[in-house]
Nanobody, 117 residues
Framework: QVQLQESGPGLVKPSQTLSLTCTVSSGSITTSFYGWSWIRQPPGKGLEWIGVIAYDGLTYYSPALKNRTSISRDTSKKEFSLQLSSVTPEDTAVYYC?????????WGQGTQVTVSS
């Protein structure tokens, strides 16, 4: 069983960089075939996939966000992180970290991030 916990500021000013970290409670983020994703849900909208860092360290990003997104990891701390630059109020959302292996998904509880001055 993988447990995930997001952490980071709940309020970010426009034009700044949003930074979130997901801590994995068990196992290793290098375990084969796991993908570690960031997903968000803006108010009143559906889920939006932001990007993933795979077990081998490769990253893939949503084309809509790739110019502003970076996902990295610290294997010793069992953490992976999201940085989203040049944020606007449209980036206001609940941000989730997610682990997927095969058909199985694990989710963090989500963290609200509001972009406002």
């Amino acid at each position: 069983q993988v447990q995930l916990q997001e952490s980071g500021p709940g309020l970010v000013k426009p034009s700044q960089t949003l930074s979130l970290t997901c801590t994995v409670s068990s196992g290793s983020i290098t375990t084969s075939f796991y993908g570690w994703s960031w997903i968000r849900q803006p108010p009143g909208k559906g889920l939006e996939w932001i990007g993933v860092i795979a077990y081998d360290g490769l990253t893939y990003y949503s084309p809509a966000l790739k110019n502003r997104t970076s996902i990295s990891r610290d294997t010793s701390k069992k953490e992976f992180s999201l940085q989203l630059s040049s944020v606007t109020p449209e980036d206001t959302a609940v941000y989730y970290c997610n682990a997927r292996v095969g058909p199985t998904d694990y989710w963090g509880q989500g963290t609200q991030v509001t972009v406002s001055s």
